[in-house]
């Protein structure tokens, strides 16, 4: 067919003149080939599915922008927005805005309290002489005579130094002939706190104190003993923590008894990063769990967040203890413990 006779048909919303009327090209036709009919067609179908895809990436573009917009707000809300802790109430503004608001601190003519007494330290005497050529006259030479008692200051220091403690064990030899003596009998080795360690007990304590009592990290503190001529290797801090996890399972379980038979517990956890690799954990976020009684906090890291935690801790709670209150969030972990 060497062409063909196309007729448009014209939307509904659009006016259809009759054989006296006036709308353009409504009684007008055109006459293409069949070719071309399919190019335009194609090329139809084309532009609209690339339409289409444009519109599409403007609304994920638009999803995009807004997310980050988003969080741009929150960010800056974080940095230069009002904060919580520090909003005043009605009655603090109050205070600060009146006029008999005072500076903090000793109030000028007020009495003061003194010196604190430090009646717990121990106190080294140390005795203080003029210097050499000082306690004769300057003019004749002639000696001063000494002025019974002493003028007393006292000065608080602290005095930390590292020692060996070398101990000479004492031998003797058996004088009878009696069997099962050996040849030597030698007093024996002061108690410590692992064998073939030269790391003494007050070294231990130290550490330990200073690691979970003060927070501070085992690296610092070994810094702190370079200082006092005391070098440690952290691996041999690292070992000795390993090592003395087991002495702590006794005292461990009976707080954990001790709290089994209370009645009233609060509960949270919070992200804790732990850098330890075990099979079955992607990543290094743990948590830590605590259960604060009456007399007990009982901390626990686990790996996870999932009710398994509460479960577990309360499942030797006293089964005569009906009245078993625990104080959380609405977190859904904890709301399983009852169940079982």
């Known amino acids: 067919m060497e062409g ?26 055109v006459q293409i080939s069949k070719q071309q009919q399919i190019c335009y067609t194609s090329e139809i179908a084309y532009w609209k599915s690339m339409h289409a895809r444009e519109v599409e990436r403007g609304k994920e573009k638009d999803l995009k922008l807004e997310a980050a917009n988003a969080r741009i707000r929150d960010l800056v809300h974080r940095l230069f927005g ?13 205070f600060c805005n009146s006029e008999t608001s005072r500076p903090r ?21 140390t ?22 008692g002493t003028e007393d200051s006292d000065f608080i220091e602290i005095e930390v130094k590292a020692h060996i403690r070398r101990y000479h064990r004492k031998r003797y030899i058996p004088t009878c002939h009696c069997e099962n003596l050996p040849g030597m009998i030698t007093a024996p080795m002061p108690p410590r706190l692992f064998n073939r360690n030269t790391l003494g007990v007050s070294v231990w304590v130290e550490t330990l104190l200073d690691k979970y009592l003060y927070a501070r990290a085992t690296h610092r503190l070994l810094q702190l003993f370079s200082t006092l001529n005391l070098d440690i290797a952290e691996g041999t801090m690292t070992d000795g923590f390993k090592r003395m996890q087991p002495l702590f ?25 732990v850098f330890e690799t075990i099979e079955g954990k992607v990543g290094h976020r743990w948590y830590l769990w605590f ?32 009245s078993a209150v625990l104080v959380c969030d609405r977190y859904s972990a904890y709301k399983k413990w009852p169940e079982n």
């Not at 009002?82 to 109050?94: C, D, G």
Request: hydrophobic share 25%; proline share 7%; net charge negative.
């Open 105 to 125: 601190g000793q109030q000028k003519g007020s009495k003061g309290h003194g010196r604190k007494a430090q009646q717990a330290l121990p106190v080294i005497e």
């Open 249 to 273: 399972q006794p005292l461990l379980e009976a707080h954990h008894r001790q709290q089994m038979t209370e009645s009233l517990f609060m509960g949270d956890e919070t992200r804790w990063q």
């Open 82 to 94: 009002r904060k919580s802790e520090k909003k005043k109430t009605h009655s603090e503004s109050q």
């Open 127 to 148: 005795e203080l002489d003029l210097p050499e050529g000082e306690n004769t006259c300057s003019q004749c030479h002639k000696p001063f005579q000494l002025f019974p």
């Open 4 to 29: 063909s006779s196309i007729h448009c048909s014209l939307p509904n919303h659009l006016p259809i003149a009759d054989s006296g009327g006036t709308t353009p090209f409504s009684q007008e036709f």
């Open 291 to 322: 259960f604060t009684s009456q007399s007990v906090i009982y901390y626990i890291v686990a790996p996870g967040r999932d009710a398994g935690v509460p479960i577990e801790h309360f499942a030797k709670a006293d089964e005569t203890n009906d």
